[in-house]
RNA sequence: UCCGGAGUGGCUCAAUGGCAGAGCGGGCGGCUGUUAACCGCUAGGUUGUAGGUUCGAGUCCUACCUCCGGAGCCA
């Protein structure tokens, strides 16, 4: 990778760029840009952003960006230019601009900076996001000529891609996915904070699990061990206690050496948790909660869909109620799938024994059986973590649920109610072999007016990854953790 | 950790054990409506690393490295 850099560095054209830019009236000299306002250059036209070009037809305007791509035409060329809100069409006609000019921009490489001012006109044959009007070029500047970019519009590999990721967030794809992400992170909030939740923050940093199953980041905390958060849980049902219902929203951490499409290892995660909530009333928020995200997404994001190529007809169709099964009735769906399979790999994969969690081809063929995300309640006690409320006449079973997105994403969230009696919640803490010392302060929410309670984390990258229809949740953060990635 | 797959030009990939190639990108030239434009010319290689078999290895064998997919675990 370095060395592909420093050959770019060596290339004489950059150097022969610079000895024409110094005829144009940019001079060579970035103090004297027309950056980032265009006032004392020459041009006094508005400085507008490509997502409301069409509010300026048949006006001169200017727009700052980057040059996405490039079709050069002899006498004419078309530069995609790009500034963060679209990509717009821009051209140029050799006889309507100075020579210097018309041949500065025939010179520009992909990703190169620049200034353009030009009348905006409506035309069909305009391609771009959103598309449809194009910029006749009046007059451009230069800001920087860009190296050789590796990044071309052709297909690339996914380590290419992952090594390039500071500059792979440009393309238009990326783009569209880190936008949605922006808008499902931003809809969470606005919801939680418009139905009474409030957001009470939970350390990074903690001196113990949250939960004893998972593996954790180890950090060195002056002379202790501490740990990054792998959930805001514990903190979170004592903040309940005192604001009633309550969220935490952050990074969460697992060291968990997961090589699937399915993991990172630093994912962002948000947590209601609800005092005087039982299961069911945690499968009515969820799904009230869930259908608004997506109905957000949707109604904001046609655009971004349509970059994505995603089939929204199953988004669509995502509104309360979703359908609710239990553990047992699930098992017994996936028995039964397994025997009228004829595939005995595929048998293999959905056979399974009651007591075991499921696999993600489990997970996959459940939600492939409904149209819209499917509750499963009450799992095992033995699989689910020490703090579940264990169900009243069946304690093999616990009041736990998770919902599973269709078109085979598979888990996107996972709650119970939480045990409240303090007998049993020692009782758990003993028979799992946690350290009590460490739990003192969450057994004491236990002595002081305890209630029943309950809630859940979601998962906001395999959320984006279902919304937007990827195939892996690598793209769905800007600069994603895993197993064998954390650069750059 | 286990199972499977892949490492060849900047990128994506070809190449029966017998002359290492194409497309894109780069450079030069042409073209007034391109949509991942097109046409001509051109530069660009220690085939992941180290051994081995062979007259001859990108190709076969051994070890190692890296990445990808899946399992387990989970959001």
């Known amino acids: 990778m370095f060395s592909l850099f420093s050959k770019i560095a060596e290339s004489r054209r950059v150097d022969h760029f610079y ?35 069409h509010r300026y037809e048949g006006q001169t305007v200017t727009v700052r960006g980057w040059l996405y791509d490039r079709t050069d035409k002899g006498k004419l060329q078309f530069l995609k230019v790009r500034d963060g809100s679209g990509i717009a069409q821009a051209v140029a006609f050799q006889k309507e601009l100075p020579e210097a000019t018309f041949e500065v921009l025939r010179s520009l490489s992909q990703e190169s900076s620049l200034i353009i001012t030009g009348t905006v006109r409506a035309d069909k044959r305009a391609p771009g996001y959103p598309g449809g009007y194009e910029i006749g070029i009046s007059d ?48 969470i909030r606005n919801w939680l904070d418009d139905n009474g939740y409030l957001l009470v923050d939970t350390p990074i940093i903690t001196p113990a699990a949250g939960e004893s199953t998972t593996e954790l980041f180890e950090i ?9 958060a792998q959930t805001g849980q514990l903190y979170n049902e004592a903040n309940m206690m005192s604001f009633g219902k309550v969220y935490c929203f952050g990074p969460t951490f697992r060291s968990e050496k997961s090589k699937t499409r399915r993991h990172l290892t630093e994912f962002w995660m948000v947590e209601p948790e609800m005092a005087f909530f039982s299961l069911e009333d945690l499968m009515d928020m969820e799904e009230q909660f869930i259908s ?34 239990s553990y047992d009735e699930a098992v017994a769906r996936l028995n039964k799938l397994a025997a009228e399979t004829a595939d005995p790999e595929q048998q293999a994969a ?50 736990s649920v998770d919902l599973l997105a ?42 002081f007016g305890s209630v029943p309670h309950a809630g859940f984390g979601l998962g906001v990258e395999r959320t984006v990854a279902w919304l937007c229809g990827l195939p892996h949740i690598r793209e769905t953060i800007p600069y994603p953790r895993m197993l064998k990635r954390m650069y750059p």
């Open 406 to 447: 269709p078109e085979g994403y598979g888990e996107i969230t996972g709650g119970s109610e939480r045990i409240y009696d303090r007998d049993l919640i020692e009782q758990r803490i003993a028979h799992i072999g946690i350290n009590r010392e460490n739990y003192a302060w969450y057994l004491d929410l236990r002595r």
């Open 220 to 228: 060195t905390y002056f002379e202790d061990k501490a740990y990054l």
């Open 350 to 399: 959905l056979r399974i024994e009651w007591g075991n969690d499921f696999g993600s081809p489990h997970e996959t063929a459940l939600t492939q059986q409904f149209d819209r995300p499917v509750f499963v309640y009450h799992y095992p006690t033995a699989v689910k973590a020490f703090y579940m409320q264990p169900v009243a006449d069946r304690p093999e079973v616990c009041r």
């Open 19 to 53: 000895t024409r830019l110094a005829h144009l009236r940019y001079n060579g000299n970035h103090e004297k840009a027309c950056f980032p306002t265009p006032k004392g250059c020459s041009s006094v036209t508005p400085t507008v952003l490509i997502a409301d070009l």
């Open 140 to 187: 451009a500047q230069v800001i920087q000529i860009a190296d050789e970019y590796p990044i071309t519009p052709k297909e690339h590999g996914v380590e290419f891609l992952m090594d390039h990721r500071h500059l792979w967030v440009r393309s238009s794809r990326q783009w569209a996915i880190l936008r949605i992400r922006a808008t499902v992170i931003n809809t």
């Open 292 to 325: 608004a995200i997506v109905g957000r997404v949707l109604e904001k994001h046609r655009m971004e869909l349509d970059i994505l190529e995603r089939d929204t007809t199953f988004l669509e169709r995502v509104s309360a109620p979703f359908p609710r099964i």
